[in-house]
């Protein structure tokens, strides 16, 4: 049988004796000392958290720069657009995502220099808004967001490029393993000499700007072995081989528009530059590293001399 709880007679006098208190109380005077108790428990209250966040903030040390430059080298900011001479954006820009290119680069000797440039010139008489893509390092070193300036000597000037790869674009946490993987694949690669054959023009894939290139004679075996691994790499990472028939070249100028420097203007340049095209064709440089560009940062390994 479960016990039944009956109300004490001491019970009944405490609650009498709450109840006849509380009606010796105007309601106002209640309502107005908890108002007051409120008013003082939160201006407290803030208060102190106040002064809690003020210790807590004066307490946090600044971060350190090894943090704050931590990707410093992939910012996306642009201080001059003017810089991108008319290019613009063949992809819309996409939060963790960065532009990969892997190339192979070639450092042009004085004679080939004076050559390029002389062909750069020419192009210039019949596409006047040509430009060319040996860029002064000074002037890079000087200031990296300045339009490039074209360089007066091979010494100062920038390689140019034999592409590995298309446009590919691959997610941040992929980059760091797929440099790893190009380096392992051409670490122990011999070096080896290209030469040229002539001049060809080429647009890009969405025909924003065309290029006059320096077409390749000598060499394409060595850069066929060098491209079965590199679209073996890319296929890793779910993008787009190489073109199935490679028309190996080092682009040297371009302009903007798909139909600017042309087949036409190529024929043009080598008819009336016939001495400096037969140069060309005696000519022919030493490829010493594979290079890649992601996003900003730059990196290479050397190939080797034996």
Known sequence: MSLVHYTSSSDE???EKVVHDATLIKPDAVAKRALDTDESTTTTTSATTASRTKRVRSALPPLPSSL??????????????????GRTRSRPHIDGSWPVHVYLDVKLSSEMFDIVHSLTESARKLVPKTISMLQSIQAMRFNSNAIPVEAKSAE????????????????????GRF?????????????F???????????NDDKTRSFLSLRIGSGPSE??????????IVERYAQ?????????HASFAWAVGGDSLTKEVVDSIEETEEE???????????VRRVAWKTGLKVGSVDLTGE
């Open 13 to 15: 006098e405490e609650e």
């Open 223 to 232: 850069l066929e072995r060098l491209l079965v691994e590199m679209d073996e």
């Open 276 to 286: 400096l095209s037969s140069d060309l064709r005696q000519c022919s440089v030493l």
């Open 156 to 175: 100062d000037a920038t390689e140019l490029h034999i592409s590995l790869t298309r446009p590919i674009y691959l997610q941040e946490l992929h980059i």
């Open 68 to 85: 704050t430059d931590m990707f410093k080298d992939r910012e996306r900011t642009d201080k001059n657009p003017d810089r991108h001479q």
């Open 240 to 248: 787009p081989k190489f073109y199935e028939e490679p028309e190996f």
């Open 193 to 203: 000499n290209v030469s040229f054959s002539g001049l060809q023009a080429f647009s």
């Open 179 to 191: 440099v790893a993987d190009v380096r392992e694949a051409f670490k122990g690669k011999k070096r």
